[in-house]
């Protein structure tokens, strides 16, 4: 699946949302601004197998992806990956460029 998203801002939103069998995940930022990522799913989700509910991305927490950087994640076994939010940390708009195994992602 490859998707691109135009609509980070000054909110932390979803940028993906994993199918049930994706494994990798590619988030490239072709922006101007740096984005910070949440990859634990917000607060609106719980793991099924520790109980425990994700966090949301600010503007000086969560992972950092810089303008012209890229962030790559695999999951092994049979874990499904969570959402996965991101935030504008500087600037006003920017481009990621997102790309996973799984068609049904979104």
Not at 7 to 13: D, E, F, L, N, P
Not at 52 to 63: D, F, I, Q, R
Not at 71 to 94: N, W
Request: with cysteine.
């Amino acid at each position: 699946m490859i998707k691109q998203v135009t609509t980070v801002g000054a909110a932390a939103s979803v940028i993906l949302t994993p199918g049930t069998y994706c494994k990798e995940i590619w988030i490239q930022n072709n922006g101007s601004g740096n984005v910070r990522l949440s990859i634990d799913g917000g607060t609106s989700w719980t793991d099924a197998w520790s109980g425990k509910t994700g966090t949301l991305p600010t503007a000086s927490t969560g992972l950092r992806v810089a303008a012209g950087n890229y962030y790559a994640r695999t999951m092994l076994g049979d874990k499904i990956s969570p959402p996965i939010l991101a935030i504008l940390e500087t600037g006003t708009t920017t481009t990621l460029d997102i790309v996973t195994d799984d068609f049904a992602s979104t």
